[in-house]
């Protein structure tokens, strides 16, 4: 959803938050894109499930016990990881978030700064 993210960018995008269920490297292509697409660290929470971690009524298809693989990371602003991905486990990742480095990658390229062309586009977005 490129002209969401950009609305997001024009508001000055610091760290994008992009949980989701998918566990696969396509998300980790998109969310490594989108990180340097913005210029900002993104935080993506990926689920990490066993279906012995269900009650036992709840129904489930029969299978492998591994539903989810997770695969949770943390990039920074020119698209690397700052942790993980964490994959096939349960944990926490922690990193430190440097807004230096934002405006560093930003000096190359701003999505909704100096590479805008608002004499060309303009995105209205109703907030109400």
């Known amino acids: ?39 900002a660290c993104v935080l993506t929470a990926v689920v990490f499930q066993r279906a012995s971690s269900h009650p036992d009524d709840v129904p489930l298809v029969d299978g492998d016990d591994l539903m989810g693989r997770g695969g949770s990371a943390i990039l920074g602003p020119d698209g690397t990881y700052l942790a993980g991905p964490l994959w096939d486990e349960p944990g926490i990742l922690t990193a430190t978030l440097d807004p230096r480095r934002m405006d560093e990658e930003r000096q190359r390229f701003g999505p909704a700064g100096h590479y805008h062309r608002p004499d060309v586009f303009r995105l209205s977005v109703g907030r109400g």
């Open 1 to 39: 959803m490129p002209l969401a993210r950009f609305a997001l960018y024009q508001d000055g995008l610091e760290t994008l938050l992009a949980p989701t269920a998918g566990d696969s490297e396509a998300w980790h292509d998109s969310m490594r894109h989108v990180a340097r697409e913005a210029r």
